[in-house]
Antibody, heavy 116, light 109 residues
Framework: QVQLQESGPGLVKPSETLSLTCTVS????????WSWIRQPPGKGLEWIGY???????NYNPSLKSRVTISVDTSRNQFSLKMTSVTAADTAVYYC??????????WGQGTLVIVSS | QAVVTQEPSLTVSPGGTVTLTCGSS?????????PYWFQQKPGQAPRTLIY???NKHSWTPARFSGSLLGGKAALTLSGAQPEDEAEYYC?????????FGGGTKLTVL
């Protein structure tokens, strides 16, 4: 069974860079998408972006200027960097992989609070 | 950016059937939107029930099914159980850009 685990600081200061890593383990799938999704406290889900297996990236237009997603397949890890964070970026961040079949797998999420 | 619409809330009786829908501001939802459906219970991560319109994960209860219905994506729950009370989100793809619906709070009562 594919498992994903997010890791990174739970507290980031305003204007600094949020950095998260997702480690993928177990199972064997052909991954087509490495993606990040977030959920502010008490609110709905928001797509942040993804890295497609061809190397192309696609980001939410509202976040595009601040977000970078990268992957290290040799370590079964992919990462999210978000610059110039504000309190509005406080959320639970989920990493998601989508297989070639379309089936997707989620991490348990990690809460990131932006505060001084 | 497109807007994906869901019913804010629905109620179903135990053992009953309910259909949640997922509409698009750009027109009819088609197979090209690759609809996904997620279930989220309080304090838990979302769990995918349906992907690509009607495909189920190994953990998806048989009572859930997905389809396209009347220009929308639909999630039908047949034989609702108390444990199905949750928030349900749909996701549509617009030429590679993913957009979530606002969620439907389903009450089993």
């Amino acid at each position: 069974q594919v498992q994903l685990q997010e890791s990174g600081p739970g507290l980031v200061k305003p204007s600094e860079t949020l950095s998260l890593t997702c480690t993928v383990s177990g199972g064997s799938i052909t991954t087509h998408y490495w993606s990040w999704i977030r959920q502010p406290p008490g609110k709905g889900l928001e797509w942040i972006g993804y890295l497609y297996y061809t190397g192309n990236t696609n980001y939410n237009p509202s976040l595009k200027s601040r977000v970078t997603i990268s992957v290290d397949t040799s370590r079964n890890q992919f990462s999210l960097k978000m610059t110039s964070v504000t309190a509005a970026d406080t959320a639970v961040y989920y990493c998601v992989v989508v297989a070639a079949t379309g089936a997707d797998y989620w991490g348990q999420g990690t809460l990131v609070i932006v505060s001084s | 950016q497109a807007v994906v619409t869901q019913e804010p809330s629905l109620t179903v009786s135990p053992g009953g059937t309910v259909t949640l829908t997922c509409g698009s501001s750009t027109g009819a939802v088609t197979s090209g939107h690759y609809p996904y459906w997620f279930q989220q219970k309080p304090g838990q991560a979302p769990r995918t029930l349906i992907y690509d319109i009607s495909n189920k994960h190994s953990w998806t209860p048989a009572r859930f099914s997905g389809s396209l219905l009347g220009g929308k994506a639909a999630l039908t729950l047949s034989g609702a159980q108390p444990e199905d009370e949750a928030e349900y989100y749909c996701l549509l793809s617009y030429n590679g850009a993913w957009v979530f619906g606002g969620g439907t709070k389903l009450t089993v009562l």
